[in-house]
């Protein structure tokens, strides 16, 4: 699989810009220590991992390790994938908040996609 492959999983639940230090805001504490789902239409999904230190980590729909960093942007969360490397690109995603109810949304490539925060660090594919 291609870098490129990697990187579209990757910025479908949330982008994250370069810059230096991430800002803890309330629509990102939530997902400190709790897993980010991006659900796809066939059932398979992407995890992530937020930390407060502004990095995050995470496995892609295909179960490779992906990492990265991480900002917010006013109610929107950023990240940037560095592992495995890709393109120099960010992509921002409203950030659901509450483990009842998640956001519909689209990756990068436009395909529609479920949003979910799930209480604890889950590694299944059905959280």
Request: contains cysteine; hydrophobic residues 35%.
């Amino acid at each position: 699989m291609t870098g490129a492959r990697l990187l579209i999983p990757a910025l479908a639940v949330l982008t994250l810009a370069a810059s230096a230090r991430a800002q803890p805001t309330s629509s990102v504490a939530a997902a400190f220590g709790n897993t980010v789902m991006s659900i796809y239409p066939d059932g398979r999904s992407q995890k992530i991992w937020l930390q407060p230190d502004g990095s995050w980590t995470g496995l892609s729909r295909r179960g490779n390790a992906l990492a990265g960093r991480w900002t917010a942007k006013g109610d929107r969360v950023c990240l940037r994938q560095s592992k495995p490397p890709t393109l120099p690109i960010s992509f921002c995603e409203n950030f659901p908040q509450d483990p009842e109810k998640g956001v519909d949304s689209k990756d990068i490539t436009g395909t529609p996609i479920h949003l979910k925060l799930v209480k604890g660090h889950v590694t299944s594919s059905t959280g």
